[in-house]
């Protein structure tokens, strides 16, 4: 039944388990103090919560060198008190979506140790192998700057191995039909213990065919039709939230054109145009983002997010319009990564402006998706550039003005706590934030609740309408002969804009759903608004003369 499609109105909250909350004083995050926040998550009002990898693993790559699929790291817990959490989230009504990394395992993964280990292993055909080192072997690479080579000699296996992502994480030969069933089991293990989904890393390069003979790798998208019908056949309303940064006329290949194979995947499209709006105060190239983006089959949907625990990948964007959003955000070489991107939390790049703050995360939480942040979003939490590469915007959650935090009793936690400035924990955290009315956490408490009561964004018909103004964004949602209109001034300045709600509209008025007030349409059936620099309006287009008649027509 459509009506079960809870993903099409979620607001999601992605953590890491390692630097979210510490129980037992060892200066890792874990299972148990996870669960002792799991209040405070409900009270925010998040509907799911996505972890970041939390299995086994030597964590040279913050978890995603997976060494054991089927176990949870111990500095984190026991599968017990995974248990524990996901029956505490349930008992709340939060699903729990999970990290699903299966692009590469660790090199100390058994599967890779016993495959270099002895030519005829069961496991040799589960990695990918070459006699010599190919000619494309220095393209391609995921970490540009960092990483050197996609092929890496083995001395014991006597070849080279293939990895598109680190030398530490050989690439899986997810074509080999015994890799792909363990893929499906590994699935099915962590359903049956409380998931209800998952977030599938890399998901262009698990699909791709890989080896040394292969130059231009095309999708083997039948692999994903596979994934959903596995999930589905074993809970029949779990997901898989995919990150595939395509261009537009390649999303239905990954949502299938009857909606047969990913629910949901990661708008990175629309993710770079917004940063471009927010740094030029044009919203053209965005409204363009979202028109590109607006083919979906009905099932389908878009998760829609600012920053993310990754540098913010700006390769989509024109030269001149990257070069624009690194002067605005990321103006200094240290603030940039893999020549492509920002490596900064939200807060920092907007200089800790709040109208500039609320402005960018009331935009992403009304496109046409379901929103998803990022643990101490709600507090404005910053970055610590001294940590190298994305490890600045990894860092321990701002609690209480304890030492660390609040985050450990540990005087040494995994990453240093942020500390001193207008971003360290003495002034940014939740504990001081919960007491003022007036805080970022506050504020962003009634944003997801007035979310959750637009429904229409998640499951509605979405039209950008022309204000006049570059710098003025309107959009317009209509689900079930309902209506919601959001406008947002990009401008530094304050601007009047006149336009057309567009829905025969003479005498309709626009219920203000964020501030008490109202605006009555002119004679000609346009609306007349004056909004202040970075401003931000949600209505409902309503009245009941207005609604009657529409209901008529």
């Known amino acids: ?204 390069f698990v699909i791709a065919e890989k080896g040394a003979e292969v130059t231009k790798p095309k999708e083997q998208y039948d692999m994903l039709r596979m994934f959903r019908e596995f999930l589905q056949w074993r809970l029949g309303d779990s997901i898989i939230l995919a990150e595939a940064n395509v261009v537009p006329k390649e999303n239905l290949n990954y949502f299938g054109e009857d909606g047969e194979r990913m629910q949901m995947m990661f708008n990175f499209h629309v993710n770079q145009a917004l940063f471009y709006a927010l740094a030029s105060a044009d919203g053209r190239p965005l409204t363009k983002a979202i028109t590109d983006t607006m083919s979906r089959p009905q099932t389908a949907q878009w998760g829609m997010f600012l920053r993310n625990h990754d540098e913010l990948d700006l390769g989509r964007l024109s030269e001149k319009q990257r070069q624009t959003v690194f002067s605005e955000f990321g103006p200094d070489k240290s603030m940039q990564l893999y020549d492509r991107g920002i490596r900064r939390r939200l807060a920092p790049m907007l200089k800790g402006d709040r109208r500039r703050l609320e402005l960018a995360y009331s935009l992403m939480f009304s496109l046409p998706g379901t929103p998803v942040i990022r643990y101490g979003d709600e507090i404005g939490m910053g970055d610590d550039l001294s940590l190298p590469e994305r490890n600045c915007a990894r860092t321990p959650m701002q609690w209480s003005t304890e030492p660390q935090g609040g985050f450990s009793k540990n005087e040494k936690p995994v990453l240093p706590v942020i500390s001193g400035g207008a971003f360290g924990f003495e002034h940014t955290n939740v504990a001081q934030q919960r007491r003022d009315p007036n805080s970022m956490l506050n504020w962003m408490e009634r944003l997801i609740r007035m979310r959750k009561e637009a429904p229409e964004i998640g499951w509605g018909d979405c039209v950008p309408l022309d204000t006049g103004d570059k710098g003025v964004l309107a959009l317009r949602y209509d689900w079930r002969e309902n209506s919601v209109l959001v406008v947002h001034n990009l401008n530094p300045t304050p601007v009047e804009v006149e336009f057309d709600v567009g829905l025969d509209d003479d005498g309709a008025t626009l219920i203000d759903i964020v501030d008490d007030g109202s605006s009555q349409a002119q004679k000609n059936g346009k609306h007349k608004l004056l909004l202040d620099a970075y401003a931000y309006r949600w209505f409902r287009v309503g009245g009941l003369d207005y609604l009657l008649k529409r209901r008529e027509i």
């Open 1 to 204: 039944m459509i009506n079960d499609l809870w993903y099409k109105n979620a607001v999601v909250y992605c953590l890491s388990v390692e630097t979210f909350m510490d129980a037992n004083g060892d200066g890792v995050g874990d299972f148990q103090g996870l669960q002792r926040r799991l209040d405070y998550l409900a009270g925010l009002g998040v509907t799911a919560i996505w972890l970041m990898p939390f299995q086994t693993s030597p964590d040279r790559d913050d978890g995603y060198d997976v060494s054991d699929y089927y176990n949870v790291n111990p500095r984190y817990g026991t599968l017990g008190d995974f248990v524990e959490f996901t029956h505490g989230a349930k008992q709340r009504g939060i699903r729990v979506l999970i990290d699903l990394v299966v692009n590469h395992t660790s090199d100390e993964h058994p599967w890779f140790q016993d495959a270099r280990s002895n030519p005829d292993s069961r496991y040799r055909d589960w990695y990918l192998w070459s006699d010599k080192k190919p000619a494309n072997a220095d393209e391609g690479m995921v970490f540009p700057g960092v990483q050197k080579s996609t092929w890496t000699y083995d001395e014991k296996a006597k070849q080279y191995y293939f990895h598109r992502f680190y030398d530490f994480q050989p690439d899986l030969n997810t074509a080999n039909p015994h890799v792909q069933a363990e893929l499906l089991k590994i699935m099915g293990f962590w359903i049956q213990l409380g998931v209800a989904g998952f977030r599938m890393d890399a998901v262009p």
